[in-house]
């Protein structure tokens, strides 16, 4: 059973910085893309960043969150990762992991197959 599940989510000051993590288990983790996608009360989910299947491997950052969010991944560990800076209270919102058996990264959440729980992140102004 595939398996995706968030942790480093909570509140913060707008300014401050939170580092999401997604440990993933039941699938060849190298094998997969993997994404960021968040969902705001009253909001469709909308796409955060990708990363290629490879550690180190090409990204793709949402406009919003450009200068401002890293995604990376450990294969190794099966571990991806979402470094947020210089949050604003506009990030607010349930941040969630995605994977999917494709060999270039999407935008669109409809194209991932497999989900986490997700993790609130708060961000006071």
């Known amino acids: 059973q595939v398996q995706l599940v968030e942790s480093g989510g909570g509140l913060v000051q707008a300014g401050g910085s939170l580092r999401l993590s997604c440990a993933a288990s039941g699938l060849s983790f190298s094998s997969y893309v993997l994404g960021w996608f968040r969902q705001a009360p009253g909001k469709e989910r909308e796409f955060v960043a990708s990363?290629?299947?490879?550690?180190?491997?090409?990204?793709t950052y949402a406009d919003f969150v450009k200068g401002r969010f890293t995604i990376s991944r450990d294969n190794n560990k099966l571990t991806m990762y979402l470094q947020m800076n210089s949050l604003k209270p506009e990030d607010t919102a349930v941040y969630y992991c995605a994977a999917d058996r494709r060999v270039v990264p999407t935008t669109s959440a409809d194209e991932y197959n497999y989900w986490g729980q997700g993790t609130q992140v708060t961000v006071s102004s």
């Open positions: 990363i290629s299947r490879w550690s180190g491997g090409s990204t």
